[in-house]
Nanobody, 122 residues
Framework: QVQLVESGGGLVQAGGSLRLSCAAS????????MAWYRQAPGKQREWLAG???????NYADSVKGRFTISRVNAKNTVYLQMNSLKPEDTAVYYC????????????????WGQGTQVTVSS
């Protein structure tokens, strides 16, 4: 019953910026790490950035210095600020939540959003 919904994607010119958000909904008790991935057509899904429940972050080399991941735990929401976008950033962007425990207090499990399209034009 947990859902992750991404938003904020769209069309942007090279060098521009977008801010993606992903809100987890449901009777959530806790979420461990959250992360962003992307997948271009015909390509494997690529991990981009992750953030722990206490705010520690790490990034893929391809986006380091350009993208910033953040989260607001009280809203069960993770963000991805994307600056200096390049055409090669074009992909569907997905959020991920690891070890999500619901109010039913079952075992923690992983959830994925359905993705939001980001297109960077030259």
């Amino acid at each position: 019953q947990v859902q992750l919904v991404e938003s904020g994607g769209g069309l942007v010119q090279a060098g521009g910026s977008l801010r993606l958000s992903c809100a987890a909904s449901g009777r959530i008790f806790s979420i461990n790490a959250m992360a962003w991935y992307r997948q271009a057509p015909g390509k494997q899904r690529e991990w981009l950035a992750g953030i722990t429940a206490v705010g520690s972050t790490n990034y893929a080399d391809s986006v380091k210095g350009r993208f910033t991941i953040s989260r607001v735990n009280a809203k069960n929401t993770v963000y991805l600020q994307m600056n200096s976008l390049k055409p090669e950033d074009t992909a569907v962007y997905y959020c991920n939540a690891d070890r999500v425990v619901t109010m039913a207090l079952g075992p923690g499990r992983e959830y994925w959003g359905q993705g939001t399209q980001v297109t960077v034009s030259s």
